[in-house]
């Protein structure tokens, strides 16, 4: 796949690796965010305090202007890279932060692991279950904005809401 243009990920597809992931990080275990959902929350306290500078959104996630994005915005990464062989599908995908995939670059996991060993969050009790890294969020504010949605979060919002539908009929 070398210098050919890289098919995207369909959301549905990154929605459901995130989610299989629990929204942590594969190689440091920290929670990730959904960055849509800190685009809309910046709108929604803009508009009710519109004196006040916060630095929650940037559409390039700047450290100054983001940092939360900066460090903790939920990635898609590839496992093993495109440029050594590895695939384009969903068995290769991960959930990362935004540093981690950074810091991986185009090496494979294994060899970014190794050389970087990447301090571990440790919960005394255990890993979060139940983060969706504010995918909720995003939902609740995308449903209540007073302008009409972008098509890229139709797309966002279309692909939650059929995880979550096929959540609610699973068997319990």
Not at 125 to 137: K, M, N, Q
Request: glycine letters at 4%.
């Amino acid at each position: 796949m070398s210098g050919e243009k890289r098919i995207p990920i369909p959301r549905s597809i990154q929605i459901q690796v995130h989610f299989d992931h629990h929204w942590l990080c594969a190689y440091c275990h920290r929670p990730t965010v959904f960055p849509p959902a800190f685009e809309l929350l910046a709108e929604s306290i803009a508009s009710e305090l519109p004196d006040i500078p916060i630095a929650i959104y940037d559409g390039l996630w700047r450290r100054d202007k983001a940092p939360l994005l900066d460090e903790l915005a939920a990635c898609i990464d590839h496992i093993q890279p495109i440029t050594d062989g590895g695939a384009h599908d969903r068995s290769n995908f991960t959930t990362c932060c935004n540093r981690c995939n950074a810091r991986k670059s185009a090496r494979p996991a294994i060899d970014f692991l190794e050389e970087s060993q990447p301090w571990k969050v440790k919960g005394k009790y255990g890993e979060p279950e139940d983060w969706d890294g504010l995918a909720s969020l995003f939902v609740v504010l995308a449903r209540k904005t007073q302008r009409p949605l972008i098509r890229t979060e139709k797309d966002w919002l279309r692909a939650i809401e059929e995880y979550y539908a096929q959540l609610a009929d699973l068997p319990n």
